[in-house]
C-alpha cells in the first residue's frame, strides 16, 4: 500500500472550507482540520461568533471522522494585522486587513503550523482560487528557506508555482491571496479549484452539513461584524474632529470626528445637509476632508497610482518587465471589480507606477493594486500613491486657457517716434 499524504485543511466553520475537506477525504488523504482563532469579540447581541464558527467546524469534523484541532492566532493577528491596520487609517489610508490575514496569519503562522508541528505534506483551504500545479506535485516540493539577503542567487533555477483564478470567476479569490510567499503556495492545495459556488453547496447539502449551509456568507471586515464601523474604530483612535469642506469652492461644509471613520467614495454624513455629499479627498495635516456634490464628482476620478515595494507572487518580476521596465496588463483595487487594462512601469526600488486605460472612481492608499496577465493573478503592491484627479486637471487646464486668452489681450504699446 502506497504512502497515505497528511493534508492540514484550514476549517473556518463555513461552508468554503467544510467542502474542501469533504473533498480532500474522498481523494484518500489523511485529513486533519484546524480553526483557527484570530479575534476575541461579542458581537451586539453579545454572542461570541467565533465559538459558534469553532463549534459548527468540529461538527464537519466529526462527518467526516477526521481529526479536528484549534489554534489560536489572537495575538499574532494583533501585532501584525491590526495594529498595521491602526496605522494605516492614522495615516489617512484604507488598508485590506483580509490580504494582510492571508499574508501574515494563514500561510506564514498556520503554514508552519501545519507543516510543522502537525506534520502534514500539505495545508489545504478553502479558498476559490487554483495553482500551476497538480495534487501530487504539492507533495514533491521541499521546504525552502527565505533568503537572508535582498537578492537571491541570479543563476538559480526556479519553477516558480502560479496563481490561477478558480473555475468560478465570480468567487474567485486569487485578489485576497496577491501577498503570500511561494514558498508557501508551494505546498497549499486549493480542493474547490474547479468548482462553482453552487455546486459545493450542493456537495454539502448531499453531505448531511446542513448548519453550514444555513449560514450567511461572511462579508466584510471580519472582526467589525455587524457593528459600525465609525463607532469601531473609535474605540481604538482617539477622536481628532476637523473640517468637512467643499472640494469646489472651499466652503466648510460641517465637522467630522476624525479622518480615520472616512474612506474615499462613501457619501459624508454631514448634519443639516439635505443633499448628499461624497468624500473625494483627505489632509491629515490640516485634519479636513474635501467632499464633492455628485458620486461620480471629477475629484474621485484618477488613472495613475504608485505602490510600494510589489509582491511578485513567483517572487521576481515578470521577464519582460524585468528587461524593459515596462509591460502591459490588467489592474484591480477592488475583489469581484472589473480588471482594468494597465501598463506598468518598474521603479528601481521595486514599487511600480500603474498607467491605466481610463480613469477609476476612488482609488484608494493603502488598498491593494493587484495585477492579472489572463488568468494568472501576478501579484500585489500597496498603494501609497495617486496621480491627479480629473477635477485637478480640469483646473489646470482652466488656469493654462486663461493665462493664454491674458496673453493674447495685451497688446505692448508701440513706442512713441
Not at 501545519?114 to 495545508?123: P, R
Not at 472640494?247 to 476624525?258: L, Y
Not at 474621485?300 to 528587461?323: C, G, K, N, V
Request: proline share 5%; glycine share 8%.
Amino acid at each position: 500500500m502506497g504512502l497515505i499524504r497528511h493534508v492540514v485543511c484550514a476549517m473556518s466553520g463555513g461552508i468554503d472550507s467544510s467542502v474542501a475537506a469533504l473533498l480532500l477525504k474522498r481523494m484518500g488523504y489523511r485529513v486533519t482540520g484546524v480553526y483557527m482563532k484570530n479575534w476575541d469579540s461579542l458581537d451586539e447581541k453579545g454572542i461570541c461568533t467565533s465559538e459558534k464558527d469553532c463549534d459548527d467546524a468540529h461538527k464537519v469534523c466529526q462527518i467526516l471522522n477526521i481529526p479536528f484541532h484549534q489554534v489560536c492566532y489572537v495575538k499574532e493577528y494583533w501585532h501584525e494585522v491590526f495594529s498595521n491596520l491602526l496605522k494605516e487609517y492614522e495615516m489617512g489610508r484604507t488598508p485590506n486587513p483580509d490580504i494582510l490575514c492571508n499574508k501574515h496569519i494563514k500561510f506564514n503562522h498556520f503554514y508552519r503550523y501545519a507543516v510543522s508541528t502537525l506534520g502534514a505534506d500539505a495545508m489545504a483551504t478553502g479558498h476559490y482560487a487554483r495553482t500551476s500545479q497538480e495534487n501530487e506535485d504539492v507533495f514533491q516540493q521541499k521546504h525552502v528557506t527565505p533568503p537572508t539577503t535582498l537578492f537571491r542567487d541570479r543563476f538559480e533555477i526556479r519553477n516558480s508555482v502560479k496563481l490561477y483564478k478558480g473555475a468560478d470567476l465570480f468567487k474567485d479569490q486569487t485578489f485576497f491571496l496577491s501577498q503570500i510567499s511561494q514558498d508557501a503556495l508551494r505546498h497549499t492545495m486549493f480542493p474547490l479549484s474547479g468548482l462553482t459556488k453552487a455546486f459545493v453547496r450542493k456537495i454539502a447539502a448531499e453531505a448531511g452539513m446542513h448548519h453550514v449551509l444555513k449560514k450567511k456568507e461572511s462579508m466584510g471586515i471580519c472582526f467589525i461584524g455587524e457593528r459600525n464601523f465609525e463607532d469601531f474604530i473609535l474605540e481604538y483612535l482617539e477622536p481628532k474632529p476637523g473640517n468637512f469642506v467643499s472640494i469646489e469652492d472651499g466652503k466648510i461644509m460641517g465637522r467630522h470626528k476624525g479622518w480615520f471613520t472616512l474612506t474615499l467614495g462613501q457619501r459624508a454624513k454631514i448634519g443639516g445637509q439635505r443633499d448628499a455629499w461624497f468624500v473625494v479627498d483627505k489632509d491629515i495635516t490640516t485634519g479636513d476632508v474635501f467632499v464633492g456634490p455628485t458620486t461620480n464628482h471629477p475629484a474621485l476620478f484618477r488613472d495613475t497610482l504608485q505602490t510600494d515595494r510589489f509582491h511578485w507572487i513567483a517572487e521576481d518580476p515578470p521577464p519582460d518587465l524585468a528587461r524593459t521596465q515596462m509591460m502591459d496588463c490588467h489592474f484591480r483595487f477592488v475583489h469581484q471589480m472589473p480588471l482594468t487594462p494597465c501598463t506598468v512601469t518598474l521603479n528601481m526600488d521595486g514599487s511600480v507606477w500603474i498607467t491605466l486605460s481610463q480613469t477609476l472612481r476612488a482609488i484608494t492608499p493603502g488598498q491593494f493594486a493587484v495585477l492579472y496577465r489572463g488568468d494568472e493573478c501576478l501579484g500585489s503592491g500597496k498603494i501609497v500613491r495617486l496621480g491627479p484627479s480629473e477635477h485637478t486637471l480640469q483646473l489646470g487646464r482652466e488656469r493654462l486657457a486663461a493665462a493664454s486668452r491674458d496673453k493674447a489681450e495685451y497688446v505692448t504699446p508701440e513706442p512713441r517716434s
